[in-house]
């Protein structure tokens, strides 16, 4: 009873705290889950995945980022799922938005995850995506390494040669 009494004072929705992710109350203080259990809650009404959100904000908690600073992530990467939606299209699973947002929050313009999609029709654009950003984070040039990625959608060569594009890479190995 003494828990109700608590919640009212503090002005949170009961509601909202039997709805949000079981996950989040419990690595997060009542007011920023249920705050960033709100913003979930948004991105699903309009039709984003809520896991990819769920597990940033339990990256955060476990980071020890204060939630008001995985509040401001979450958002940005809502943001950008909703983008990377609009540019490969409502069919998109929660992995391809997710990396796909990821890309853009990198920089990757829209165009080229259009691109992409393009070239591999129905095929999720995941892993060469991914490549693309290891090939990136490895220190090799965006231009050369979306070559590298776009030469292989455009043969729709299977998975496993664009993974074959990062183990042990260096800038050296690939060629310009």
């Given at each position: 009873?003494?828990?109700?009494?608590?919640?009212l004072?503090?002005?949170?929705?009961?509601l909202s705290?039997?709805?949000q992710d079981?996950r989040i109350?419990?690595r997060f203080?009542?007011?920023e889950?249920?705050?960033i259990s709100?913003?979930v809650?948004s991105a699903?009404t309009?039709?984003l995945?809520r896991?990819?959100l769920?597990?940033?904000?339990?990256?955060?908690?476990?980071?020890?980022?204060?939630g008001?600073?995985?509040?401001?992530?979450?958002a940005?990467?809502r943001?950008?799922?909703?983008?990377?939606?609009?540019?490969?299209?409502?069919?998109?699973?929660?992995?391809?938005?997710s990396t796909a947002a990821?890309a853009?929050l990198?920089?990757?313009?829209?165009?080229q995850?259009s691109?992409?999609?393009?070239?591999?029709?129905?095929?999720?654009?995941t892993?060469?995506?991914?490549?693309?950003?290891?090939?990136m984070?490895?220190?090799?040039?965006?231009?050369?390494?979306?070559?590298q990625?776009?030469?292989?959608?455009r043969k729709?060569?299977?998975?496993?040669?664009?993974?074959?594009l990062?183990?042990?890479?260096?800038?050296k190995?690939v060629?310009?």
């Amino acid at each position: 009873m003494h828990r109700l009494y608590v919640f009212l004072l503090l002005g949170i929705p009961l509601l909202s705290l039997e709805a949000q992710d079981a996950r989040i109350a419990a690595r997060f203080p009542p007011v920023e889950a249920v705050a960033i259990s709100s913003l979930v809650d948004s991105a699903a009404t309009d039709g984003l995945p809520r896991e990819p959100l769920v597990l940033r904000a339990l990256e955060g908690a476990a980071k020890g980022i204060p939630g008001p600073q995985v509040r401001a992530v979450l958002a940005r990467f809502r943001e950008a799922m909703g983008r990377a939606r609009d540019a490969l299209g409502k069919t998109s699973d929660a992995t391809e938005l997710s990396t796909a947002a990821s890309a853009l929050l990198v920089g990757v313009p829209a165009s080229q995850l259009s691109e992409l999609r393009s070239m591999l029709g129905r095929r999720t654009i995941t892993v060469p995506l991914g490549t693309y950003l290891d090939l990136m984070a490895k220190g090799i040039p965006p231009e050369t390494a979306w070559g590298q990625v776009a030469v292989l959608a455009r043969k729709h060569a299977p998975d496993n040669e664009f993974t074959r594009l990062t183990p042990g890479l260096s800038p050296k190995s690939v060629p310009r």
